[in-house]
């Protein structure tokens, strides 16, 4: 008996498992692109969580079609508390970019600012990519990159963020790979 309740175990904890990106070519939401790393995968449709080491070491976040009218990381709304973080149609680069900042500072984060904002292409979409910076609520000093576009009147972006430290420049080359492979 101590077997079954060992492979019982075991069956569960495979179960609790994130399916693994692997390093090559995906497509994610409709968007194609290549990684040279692997990534585990904690998100659903339209709003992907990929990690190396954990979402508060290392996290890319993939949106896809956030409509005119959603939060900008698709959360629950809370009416005007979180109205500078609806998208809208027809928004500039920088209004764009200053979304996802409230967005950001909304979700408890400090400090937070957009740099080094650039023409870039997303899905053969025109868009941008900036940086990012910004501290946890426990002081931690975080670093991002940031790919979005909002042409087609939806807004569908990627996001990195790491801890300056270490960790954000460890993969920030394979990240900007990622970001490469999808500005065609």
Known sequence: MPSF????ACLLLSACSSPLVQPGPQTVD??????????SDLGRGGQRLWTRD????????????????EHVFRARLRGKKDEGA????GLSEIEISELIVEGLRG?????????NLRPST???????????????ASGLHYRGLLLAEGADGSLSFLMYTAPAE???????????????????
């Open 5 to 8: 309740g060992l492979a019982l």
């Open 166 to 184: 270490f960790y954000f420049e460890r993969d920030r080359a394979s990240v900007e790979a990622i970001f490469d492979s999808l500005a065609r």
């Open 107 to 115: 979700s408890g984060l400090s400090n937070v600012e957009a740099l």
């Open 122 to 136: 997303l899905n053969s979409r025109h868009g941008f990519r900036a940086e990012l910076r910004f501290d946890s």
């Open 54 to 69: 954990g979402m508060l070491l290392n996290a890319l976040r993939i949106y896809t079609d956030i409509e005119p009218g």
């Open 30 to 39: 409709g968007l194609r692109l290549s990684t040279p790393i692997a990534w």
């Open 86 to 89: 609806r998208f809208r149609a």
